[in-house]
């Protein structure tokens, strides 16, 4: 088993800037982040690879978050810049603890088994 606890997210204005984090009890291959919109389906923001930090972005995010990992590869973070009102959501961290075998994280929900409890994040001036 592997619990997942997230912090941060809250209010933010346009333009401006948030940090989530999340931790994990334990190590896993790679950490990803999520979001869903009310309405919406979830969607794929991010994942990196814990071994080595490499990463895959959403076009709608790329340039402006930026997810990384710390160095006992527990922690995930996603630090989000330039935010705009459609980065309104519940950010989900989810964690993948299999052998990648070589291949990039992904960002498809259905890889990931372990699943934090959200985080709200509001864009609003």
């Known amino acids: 088993q592997l619990q997942l606890v997230e912090s941060g997210g809250g209010l933010g204005q346009p333009g401006g800037s948030l940090r989530l984090s999340c931790a994990a009890s334990?190590?896993?291959?790679?950490m990803a982040w999520f979001r869903q919109a009310p309405g919406k389906e979830r969607e794929g923001v991010s994942c990196?690879?814990?071994?080595?930090?490499?990463?895959v972005y959403a076009d709608s995010v790329k340039g402006r978050f930026t997810i990384s990992v710390d160095n006992a590869e527990t922690t995930v973070y996603m630090q989000m810049n330039s935010m705009q009102p459609e980065d309104a959501a519940t950010y989900y961290c989810?964690?993948?603890?299999?052998?990648?075998?070589?291949?990039?994280?992904?960002?498809?929900?259905?890889?990931?088994?372990?699943w934090g409890q959200g985080s709200q994040v509001t864009v609003s001036s």
């Open positions: 989810a964690a993948d603890t299999r052998i990648l075998f070589g291949r990039l994280c992904t960002i498809s929900a259905s890889r990931y088994v372990y």
């Open positions: 990196i690879r814990s071994r080595d930090g490499r990463t």
């Open positions: 334990r190590f896993s291959s790679a």
